[in-house]
């Protein structure tokens, strides 16, 4: 038994605002959530829906992880560029090179997101968000590709890469140096054994593969938050 990916969710200062943003990026159903929150339905083969959630605490530091998107032409990839700078993003500095083809933007809460060049072959064979893109070591790519069942797509170099075998978005992690965290993660993945698996025994084989569970504060919950090999929160839902 292996988990699916239900959800990449955001802590948000707005979540309302932040929501709106990303739907209008990515032309997403945006629908409320009955935990206060906000939820973004994909339009595409994505395999992951995108939720937003209320937190008091400010963002430091760069994230462990950001989308990247992808683009069929050079005027598509200026369109994506001038409607997220439309609805409130940014572009910003994080060192990448002048010659670099793609474009670094940050949303209105400064998370950072990539829109990728036309032609790149990497992302050739994946959805409107490409990858989502992770600072992480070889092992914690090993990790998620027996967490989820996803098969390794790339694994050189110390970077790794797996991808739904049914398609869409890859996740990929770029190997050292791994930024240091500096707090919780603002983005976090939510997964859920099947309808038909057991919470408690999926835990436990992820522990096996080198998870703990934590406390973050969360109180009385129906859902177990975890971290991975690297120490990024992640949460294990009900069935579903």
Known sequence: MTSHLISLTFDANDPRRLASFWSG???WEMTDDP????????????????????TQEQRAGQNQMHFDLTSESLEEQQQTVARALELGGRHIDIGQL????????ADPEGNEFCVIEAGNNFLADTAFIGAINCDGTQEVGYFWSKALGWPLVWDQDEETAIQ???GGSKIAWGGPPVNPKTGKNRLHLDIAPPVDGDQQAEVDRLVSLGASRIDIGQGEVSWVVMA???GNEFCVLTPR
């Open 25 to 27: 990026v990515l032309g």
């Open 164 to 166: 739904s075998p049914a």
């Open 35 to 54: 935990d206060d929150g906000f939820v973004l339905l994909p339009s595409d083969d994505t395999g992951f829906q995108i939720d937003f959630f209320p």
């Open 98 to 105: 002048p010659d670099e083809e793609q474009v670094v933007l």
């Open 228 to 230: 991975d090999p690297d």
